[in-house]
Antibody, heavy 114, light 112 residues
Framework: QVTLKESGPGILQPSQTLSLTCTFS??????????VGWIRQPSGKGLEWLAN???????YYNPSLKNRLTISKDTSNNQAFLKITNVDTADTATYYC??????WGQGVMVTVSS | DVVMTQTPVSLPVSLGGQASISCRSS???????????LHWYLQKPGQSPQLLIY???NRFSGVPDRFSGSGSGTDFTLKISRVEPEDLGDYYC?????????FGGGTKLELK
């Protein structure tokens, strides 16, 4: 059974760096073809894809976030990470991680506020 | 970026009835490998999105056959037959052919 769970700071201040962790089970990110991505959703709004990382460490980012994103993985501990630098209130959202866009975590709410 | 236009924004339905949601892309979603990476999701209130259909017409594991996807190129449709209460929520299409991957704006399926 595949499960994913996101974790994060909950609340942070503008200009800080947001660090998110996706802890998963039921699959390995070292398996050929496997990928994990991050998607976010402001409250009451639609979905925005942010980044994806693959088994071979290939990475793709949404350029709309202007180089503020860094995705990484720890295969041995079944985790994937996302960092967003220089956050502002527009980054307030629920952040999801997903395996190959098919299996999603429950999401973690992040609020950016001074 | 590929713009995904979903219609309608709101779709009132009767239980037991049929619903149809359209998703149009600003450019062809046919990948250079010949596959078309257009997917459909349902997000029930307070829950994460769940994959219903992948690559246009393939039902994800556990998805009932009341859900069907069709289309090609830039024009895609999700049909739901015999609507049940658990089908209500927000539907999204997603293209993962071109980077950045982009979602449609969503369609709210609600009771008439």
């Amino acid at each position: 059974q595949v499960t994913l769970k996101e974790s994060g700071p909950g609340i942070l201040q503008p200009s800080q760096t947001l660090s998110l962790t996706c802890t998963f089970s039921g699959f390995s990110l070292s398996t050929y073809g496997m990928g994990v991505g991050w998607i976010r959703q402001p409250s009451g709004k639609g979905l925005e894809w942010l980044a994806n990382i693959w088994w071979d460490d290939d990475k793709y980012y949404n350029p709309s976030l202007k180089n503020r994103l860094t995705i990484s993985k720890d295969t041995s501990n079944n985790q994937a990470f996302l960092k967003i630098t220089n956050v502002d209130t527009a980054d307030t959202a629920t952040y999801y991680c997903a395996r190959d866009l098919g299996d999603w975590g429950q999401g973690v709410m992040v609020t950016v506020s001074s | 970026d590929v713009v995904m236009t979903q219609t309608p924004v709101s779709l009132p339905v009767s239980l037991g009835g049929q619903a149809s949601i359209s998703c149009r892309s600003s450019q062809s979603l046919v990948h250079s490998n010949g596959n078309t990476y257009l997917h459909w999701y349902l997000q029930k209130p307070g829950q994460s999105p769940q994959l219903l259909i992948y690559r246009v017409s393939n039902r994800f594991s556990g998805v009932p056959d009341r859900f069907s996807g069709s289309g090609s190129g830039t024009d895609f449709t999700l049909k739901i037959s015999r609507v049940e209460p658990e089908d209500l929520g927000d539907y999204y299409c997603l293209q993962s052919t071109h980077f950045p991957w982009t979602f449609g704006g969503g369609t709210k399926l609600e009771l008439k």
